[in-house]
């Protein structure tokens, strides 16, 4: 803060930075929603087609997920109770974590209560101040936040350029690197360049880990994810992250690696030691949801179908698109005021897609951000061009 905001007191310099907010189209307000998610939301009273969720594959309010979570909670009754190293580790829990680390090909995995927890406490469990930690540019705020919470030196290198990160890792004197990527970027719906960053880093003797919040469930034959489309394992990316509540349409996050991993997490990663376990409801709900990804491979052929007719109808629109084969298709606007604009334009027509802002991307990169979802039709598809037609 400067002199002049200490000057000002709490009070007048936070209404100064709302009013400054609200100037530069910044400011973010909640709505609410009244419905579970699906295609179709009730959002601020008013029935729209959501083209914003990250439930991928439509899983968030499936009988058979619900189902698993009442049973769970019969089951299990409601709170965890207690940590996972006291006594909140519980067979509902066990059983997640086998089926998740079969599931990925992995030696093991290790719940945590959400993806950004999970975030923070890898990084800070494998890197201290003698380490540097290097990041894609566009990574997500939880691998950034994780990388400062560490005290390890943080380098970010240009977006998607595994040039860039072999240039810095050769620079580097002593002391181990973890870089670090998201799978699927989440804002941009491009893939990062896992072969190269993975080759790269074990040139230099550095680990890779991938955040694959957006890929997994979603991309792959078998919907393992980013690093199934490279065709990548462990021995290649030794960290994976993964989370429960975008396709999986449940809650909760999870890493998987080698033994040794996740055996140094346990001992180490301060935001799994110091914080309750999940619910084991949720454990089961998860649990059922893994299923479904497993047994219903038409939901990411349906998506991926879905995707492909909406980049055919907006190119024939001449509509900004950005590159990107996934479900998450930005429309770029550039200004915040556009983008809010445009949303709101949107919105009077039932559908509902947010404004993504900065600090969220880069300024001067606002964006309309479309994801679509297994839930979707494609007359769904159909309605969002040709109303994209009319207001952009
Ligand atoms: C959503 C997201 C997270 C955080 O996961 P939560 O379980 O929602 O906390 C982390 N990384 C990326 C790339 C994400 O998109």
Redesign the pocket.
């Known amino acids: 803060m400067d002199d002049a905001a200490a000057r000002r007191g709490w009070n007048e310099s936070l209404a100064v930075a709302m009013v400054q907010l609200k100037q530069g189209g910044l400011y973010r307000e909640r709505r609410l929603v009244d419905t579970p998610p699906g295609r179709l939301v009730v959002f601020d009273g008013r029935e729209c087609l959501s083209f914003c969720s990250n439930d991928y594959l439509g899983l968030a309010n499936h009988p058979d997920v619900v189902q698993a979570f009442r049973r769970g909670a019969e089951r299990w009754g409601v709170g965890s109770g207690a940590s996972h190293l006291i006594s909140g580790h519980s067979v509902a829990h066990h059983a997640l974590e086998l089926e998740l680390a079969e599931f990925v090909g992995r030696d093991r995995a290790l719940l945590f209560s ?3 927890m999970a ?1 923070l406490g890898v990084v800070t469990a494998l890197c201290g101040r003698a380490d540097t930690v290097l990041e894609d540019r566009l990574n ?1 705020a ?1 691998l950034l936040d994780a990388a400062l919470l560490s005290r390890a030196r943080l380098q970010r290198y240009v977006h998607g350029d595994a040039a860039d990160l072999e240039c810095r890792l050769s620079r580097m004197e002593g002391g181990r690197a973890l870089a670090v990527s ?1 799978g699927l970027f ?1 804002m941009d719906g491009d893939l990062a360049p896992l072969p190269q960053l993975a080759a790269v880093t074990r040139q230099h003797g550095a680990w890779l880990m991938v ?1 694959d ?2 890929g997994i469930g979603v991309l792959g034959m078998a919907g393992r994810g980013t690093l199934e489309h490279f065709n990548l394992d462990q021995q290649r990316v030794p960290v994976l992250m993964g ?1 429960l ?2 396709a999986f349409g449940v809650f909760g ?1 999870f890493v998987a690696g080698s033994e040794l991993l996740i055996d140094s997490l346990i001992q180490r990663a301060r935001s799994y030691i110091y914080t309750t376990a999940l619910p084991p409801a949720v454990a089961e709900a998860a649990r059922t949801s893994l299923r479904l990804i497993r047994e219903q491979s038409w939901r990411r052929e349906h998506l991926l179908a879905l995707v492909q007719r909406f980049r055919r109808g907006a190119a024939q629109l001449d509509l900004p698109l950005m590159i990107s084969g996934t479900p998450v298709q930005p429309l770029r606007v550039g200004s915040s005021e556009q983008a809010i604009r445009l949303s709101q334009a949107l919105l009077e027509r039932n559908i509902l897609i947010g404004a993504i802002r900065p600090p969220t991307v880069p300024a001067g990169s606002a964006r309309l951000r479309i994801t679509l979802s297994a839930a979707h039709s494609e007359s769904d598809v159909d309605r969002l061009l040709a109303v994209l037609g009319e207001v952009m």
């Open positions: 959400t993806g950004y975030n997500h939880s998201d989440s955040d919040a957006h989370t509540g975008k996050a």
